[in-house]
């Protein structure tokens, strides 16, 4: 479904993303995991557009994206999450979620003031999906409450309720437990599973490791910009380079050099 070929990414004499290639296959559940400052929110603003690619492809259902603009890439089919949750604080749950539909409504300002049949034909529509997936995600009786008022994780489902009302093909999801306590992840898995199950592909980028080796299919890591592993949970998380990516390497007297350093 998506294939990626050497996609790299300089900021100066920075290299974010070097060189990176992987693919996603349809109805998988796909981890980015890696260390902070690994390059992971870099690779996923590449896939959307809000970055160029220096160099590389990126192929979606066997048409390339690399270089469109974020809007042209949504409309292909795929949507998204940010690390930094991004929701009109004091407007109602539910409009936050109707404004994920913008780019697939056609109706303009002035059908809208006229009332024509079309308008109100669309604007039925955005409402009804946008209570579904609020339903979906757990929120159907937030849905008039200010987006502010929810609790951090609860914050975090209107988002993905909001990346969810277009329908995409695939859905990246960016640290989507992050500041969650363990009942609350227990609860954006099992989402995470439900939202696979009618037939989303997701790709999240996660620090949580143990949720993401209970959860994804296959997992890639990525240190300093560069995929030093990408197979199944099972052996990604025996392998010698990503344990020393995460904890450090020990030297022959037994001292533990932090990765960071």
Known sequence: MLKIEG?????????????????????????????????KTTFFNILTGIYKPDAGTIMFEGEPIHGLKPYRIAKSGI????????LLKEESVLDNVKLGMFGKTSSGLWAA???????????????????????LVGLADFEQLEAGSLSYGNQRRVEIARALVVRPKMLLLDEPTAGMNAEEVQEMT?????????????ILIEHNVTMVTGLCDRIAVLDHGVKIADDIPEVVISNQEVIEAYIGKVDVEGVTHSAAN
């Open 190 to 202: 099992a989402l995470i599973r439900k939202i696979r199950q009618n037939g989303t592909t997701v």
């Open 113 to 135: 003031i006229l009332g024509l049949r079309t308008a109100k034909e669309e604007e039925a529509f955005v409402h009804a999906e946008s209570q579904r997936l609020l339903e």
């Open 7 to 39: 996609i790299m990414k300089r900021f100066g004499g920075l290299i974010a993303v070097d060189q990176v290639s992987l693919q996603v296959n349809q109805g998988e559940i796909f981890g980015l995991i890696g260390p902070n400052g690994a390059g």
């Open 79 to 86: 949507s998204r999450t940010f690390q930094n949750i991004r």
